[in-house]
């Protein structure tokens, strides 16, 4: 950055719904929140097109009426930076929910910008363009022998082979719902089967529900899933298979009060223990724990995570830092944020649970260390609304370097507010790509493959 950049500082305040905007020299660009019921715009500006210049047009938009509610007269809103590395900004939806600490990425015409949210406010930073690309996306089949399907996994079975798993049936809990597979082989998809059906209880069929592929160091696949009328009263079951998946055991029921990974994957730590991150449902509380195995799978320890907490948090997911000397973990929530707890000592103890930066509209996530260390997360990034399925129209991936700061590094989707895209599944493969799959709209398993141009 050079001394000759100007320096433009925007205030924004709203007083019966009147606003009132005052400007001065910067790069930097700060807005003042609203009402968490309100949105902010920005908008491409003509007149800086014209003069290639960084400008915008301001409005506010209030969620509940869903229309405008007041906007700035062109004299009060042209704005411009000049100078030689200055475009004109594309459309923006800044949600004023969004909480502090998250850096939100946008593309600006050929440039990148992260708003950056501190103090009750968005700082707009240039940042390169970034390094990850999409390099395939594709619905894994046609012709679906089911209604509905919803929560895919995926593992790389050997190199260049991902298996994928998802329950389908009539609609999710329904007596119907098994978990099916498919696999993608020399890049094509086979057509799904079924790799467990709704065992008998009582002479009559249960749904089956969040299947979980892993596997371990010693070469065992496992596919975890739940059986069971609802998810308060699920059980687990597990299948293992020791040829990549081309023949699997026969189906066995976890231990009482073990109920595997609820949604995301375990992880492996260098002493060879399993931690298969985990959580229960009540009408009273949503809680996170950690199911620890240290024999590859034939017995499993408990460890609760933080369970006196206020919090409500399911479906965590685990990063490794420093080498795996600490831990941590990133949980669903209630609370329209994702939720954070660490550890030090290998998952045998946790700390309190936390608010992170990141949105979550009470919606599954799902993240992954890479080899080199970076942190990704992919997530659903808005607050929760009246239907259940409110603000899971958009999907992005987000990176971390300190599990605190997290920059949106990708757009999975960002369509039509009645569509679900949702419940992702994230693994990098040994060539160093990102795999994920997540439900396309209840109808597809969708799946996308990231790769790094550097």
Request: hydrophobic fraction near 35%; aromatic fraction near 10%.
């Amino acid at each position: 950055m050079t001394s000759q950049k100007a320096f433009f500082l925007l205030i924004v305040s709203i007083i019966s719904l009147n606003i009132r905007v005052y400007g001065q020299g910067n790069e930097q660009k700060k807005f003042a929140f609203y009402d968490s019921k309100d949105t902010v715009v920005l908008q491409k500006n003509e007149y800086a097109i014209k003069h290639n210049a960084f400008g915008f047009n301001l409005t506010v938009i209030n969620k509940d009426k869903q229309k405008k509610i007041s906007a700035l007269d062109k004299p009060n809103i042209n704005f411009t930076v000049k100078g030689a590395e200055a475009t004109a900004v594309g459309l923006f939806v800044l949600s004023a929910a969004m909480p502090m600490g998250h850096d939100y990425f946008f593309p600006l015409n050929g440039n990148n910008g992260v708003f950056f949210i501190k103090s009750n406010s968005i700082e707009f930073t240039r940042i390169p363009k970034p390094d990850w690309k999409k390099e395939r996306e594709e619905l894994i089949f046609k012709d679906a022998p089911f209604k509905q399907c919803h929560a895919s996994t995926l593992v790389e079975t050997t190199p260049g082979v991902i298996m994928v798993a998802w329950f389908g049936g009539s609609y999710e809990g329904s007596k119907d719902v098994k978990i099916w597979m498919s696999r993608l082989e020399k890049g094509k998809w086979l057509a799904p089967w079924v790799a467990a059906e709704g065992e008998m209880k009582d002479t009559v069929a249960v749904p089956l529900w969040n299947p979980v592929l892993f596997k371990s160091n010693s070469g065992k696949l496992f596919l975890f899933y739940k059986a069971g009328p609802n998810p308060r009263e699920w059980w687990g079951m597990m299948k293992t298979s020791d040829d990549n998946g081309r023949s699997w055991s026969a189906t066995s029921r976890l231990p009482d009060g073990i109920l595997g990974p609820i949604k995301n994957k375990p992880v492996q730590l260098k002493d060879g223990s399993i931690l298969s991150p985990s959580s229960t449902e009540t009408n009273e509380k949503w809680q996170a724990h950690i199911e620890r195995s240290t024999d590859d799978g034939t017995n499993w320890e408990l460890i609760p995570v933080d369970h006196g907490s206020a919090l409500d948090v399911i479906q965590p997911s685990i990063l490794f830092y420093e080498g795996g000397k600490r831990l941590q973990m990133l949980c669903r929530s209630k609370q329209r944020t994702v939720v954070e707890s660490w550890s030090a000592d290998n998952g045998k103890s946790w700390s309190a649970l936390s608010k992170t930066s990141l949105l979550n509209p009470n919606s599954g996530t799902d993240a992954l260390t890479l080899k080199n260390g970076t942190q990704l997360i992919v997530y659903n990034p808005d607050v929760p609304g009246k239907d259940w399925f409110n603000g899971r129209f958009k999907l992005n991936v987000a990176m971390s370097r300190d599990g605190k700061t997290w920059t949106d590094i990708a757009i999975l989707e960002n369509g039509d507010a009645k569509k679900e895209y949702s419940y992702p599944a994230i693994i990098q493969t040994k060539d160093g790509k990102v795999h994920i799959t997540y439900t396309f709209d209840r109808k597809n398993i969708k799946h996308v493959v990231l790769s790094n141009t550097k």
